[in-house]
């Protein structure tokens, strides 16, 4: 017999390191004459989409197309140390370096402005600077890129920011852990074939909160992967050791979840702003996995009324505790 | 902030790596191809506890076609590293710790080569008894995988409030064990790079990796060499998830282009990958949960066992950040947790996307839903009644002052619930 369940899990999470670990990070901002754009950071994008998201913040701050941004990343040469990718951390604090260094020289580049156009209502927009209640005076932003170096002012600007808290209290573990947190919930759908212990993820509703949705495309694509990766957690994917070798070597022995797998995903995005973030933004990037398996258990427990707690919940397990649930129901009867 | 503010932020512009990626123009570690370079290959242990009596790599140094062979004595700087504690061994000295511990190394005009060179190294272990049980690893007298240290990582505590008196509140309690699996980020890319001196002297290394920073640091203290004498550059990475966040080829196509002066490539295989890169940790996970007839939690006590694998890398943290994690996003003013990260020989288990609360989250979420069903209240709305709020203390103690987006989760998925006929017959009683 198929039966259905609905099932829920929430999280939050520490953004960043905690613990007094170095928790930094850098950019570094120069425009050149001809007013295009080059950004330096340590920051990593190893796929999960900071490179854009840091160019949308630079081109927000200087009005110019985010498109146009040479960004080089991850080279301990020419890029300023802006920590690793890893705790969600990447948007909230590189992020906010990104704006710190494009705020300083675009404030650099006002004072020219305003003093060529005499004028103190400027704004940077679509590559151009302009009066708001004179848009007719105005200066391309290659063109006062030029004037910038010309009179001889800095078009280069270095951000710093720091998000380090204090390690808890060894013997009491209180204190300020983490900068800022990120909260989820999600919903599952699960289908369990009750002869065979066969379970199928038929839908997740997801609601995270990021503080602000830089690229809400990205955030959506962040938490279909995290739903992805938490399916195949809480089903399927298990190193098995024995005395200390691993059994499965191949992918064909250690299985992930296929895009036969993975169910509809819905995302909801919830924008409570971070003080400390960029436009309120903080992380997804682990928040997008953490709830999904929490909510596939508690499916499988709504269905049959069986609860895993080894996982993972894959065919023989669940097999195994139907069976023994049925016998402990003839038992009582 | 209005959204009609902003030009470029919050718009769906596309990624600006996606043409690349679709193209296949995008250059890989494995792509990169340069004169003159050699293959390197990494000799494991194979066996997770033993002492190497005796390894002899002359027949393998007197092929054809190797340039050279490795192993911990040719190390110049310190044989070790770690991000957190440099208890990580470039290469095995006297033992190895689990069977994915590097033994030597090779470097060879080919891969075939390099492979006909790994198999000719001949190593004498003495097997020694298998650390794999976390119980068993922290019982008295128990066999050590760092001789010189305990088994026990580090003992973190949470403690707030009195529990003794917040379960005596409780009208219900729920009390389980859970353990979760150790499982591979399994990235499309595994783990690589290309390492070669440049003309200025400097060693640069190319690889997948989350930190290049971090690399260099390692990298600079195994070579015995400056940081400034170090490039390390992120090549373009295929997914890392944590995975990346400890040295993986780094250091050792460090020592094989130092070593040889000639650029270097080391490529993993899937299987070298899940032999012997970092895992997620498995966690077993104690709790009790209290709570009374009107819904409130009122006491939690639970105990966390990490499972780190023979070197810390980033395992202490993980397994603390579980610890702090375990309440969940919920007040609870009395509460007490205890978590160990603990040595074995099974995998090196560091970084993992959720870095521990992935784990907390299963034991948290799974006795939040056993309460709410022993209180015959809907489980959305347990957690609803239960979720942290501005002005409310988490479990350890910092007080929630901003951004505090739990409950607007959870009233989203209430009213998607509440819309949605397929989901309302599920969940007849959530109002």
Known sequence: MKKRGIGIGSMFYGIGYGFSRQDIGAATVEICEDGSVIVRSGEVDYGQGSDTIFCQIIAEELGVDYAEIKLITADTLTTPNAGPTSASRVTYVTGKAMMKAATEVRETMREVAEEKLGMQDLMFANGQVFSMSHPEKNISFARLAKATHLAGRSVVATAWQDITTKDVDPETGQGDAYSTYAWASQIAVVEVDTETGKIEVLRVVAAHDVGKAINPKNVEAQIEGGVATGLGYALEEQILINKGIVQNTTLSEYMVPTSMDVPVIESHIVEVPALEGPYGAKGVGEPALIPTAPAILNAIANAVGVRVTALPANLENLHRLIREQENNNKDKS | ?431
């Open chain 2, 1 to 431: 902030m209005n959204i009609d503010e902003f030009s470029c932020v919050g718009k769906s512009v596309p990624k600006v790596d996606a043409l690349s990626k679709v193209l296949g123009t995008a250059r890989y570690a494995e792509d990169i191809k340069m004169s003159n370079m050699l293959y390197g290959k990494v000799l494991r242990a194979g066996v997770p506890h033993a002492v190497i009596e005796e390894l002899d790599v002359s027949s393998a140094r007197a092929m054809g076609g190797v340039a050279c062979v490795l192993t911990a004595r040719d190390v110049p700087g310190i044989n070790r590293y770690g991000i957190a504690f440099a208890d990580h061994y470039a290469l095995a000295e006297d033992k190895v710790r689990y069977a994915g511990d590097p033994v030597a190394l090779v470097a060879a005009e080919t891969e075939e080569i390099a492979a006909e060179a790994i198999k000719a190294i001949k190593v004498k272990y003495r097997l020694l008894p298998v650390v794999s049980d976390l119980h068993e690893a922290l019982a008295e007298g128990a066999d050590r995988v760092h001789d010189e240290r305990e088994n026990l990582i580090l003992h973190s505590k949470t403690r707030k409030g009195n529990i003794q008196e917040g379960f005596r509140k409780a009208d219900v309690i729920v009390e389980e064990t859970y353990t979760t699996q150790t499982v591979d980020h399994v990235y499309m890319e595994t783990e690589s790079g290309v390492a070669h001196i440049d003309e200025t002297g400097m060693l640069v290394i190319q690889s997948a990796n989350q930190c290049p920073f971090r690399d260099r640091r390692q990298v600079a203290m195994v070579l015995g060499i400056r940081e400034n004498q170090v490039r390390v550059i992120k090549a373009v990475t295929g997914g890392a998830f944590g995975g990346k966040d400890d040295v993986t080829v780094e250091v050792h196509l460090a020592l094989l282009a130092m070593a040889t002066k000639r650029p270097v490539r080391l490529v993993m295989s899937r299987e070298e990958s899940l032999v012997s890169q970092s895992k997620r940790h498995p966690i077993e996970i104690w709790s009790r949960w209290g709570a009374t007839k009107e819904g409130k939690l009122c006491a939690m006590e639970g105990r966390v066992y990490g499972d780190s694998g023979p070197y810390i890398g980033l395992g202490a943290f993980v397994v603390k950040k579980c610890g702090i994690h375990l309440s969940g996003p919920y007040y609870i003013p009395n509460l007490k947790v205890d978590s160990y990260s603990v040595y074995t020989n099974n995998t090196f288990n560091s970084a993992m996307r959720g870095f521990g609360v992935t784990q907390a989250a299963v034991a948290h979420e799974s006795q939040i839903d056993r309460l709410a069903s022993k209180l015959g209240i809907n489980p959305l709305r347990f957690r609803l009644i239960n979720a942290l709020d501005v002005g409310l203390t988490n479990a350890t103690g910092q007080k929630c002052d901003e951004s505090v987006g739990i409950k607007p989760t959870l009233e989203i998925l209430r009213q998607v619930v509440l819309k949605d006929p397929e989901l309302k017959n599920m969940w007849e009683d959530l109002d």
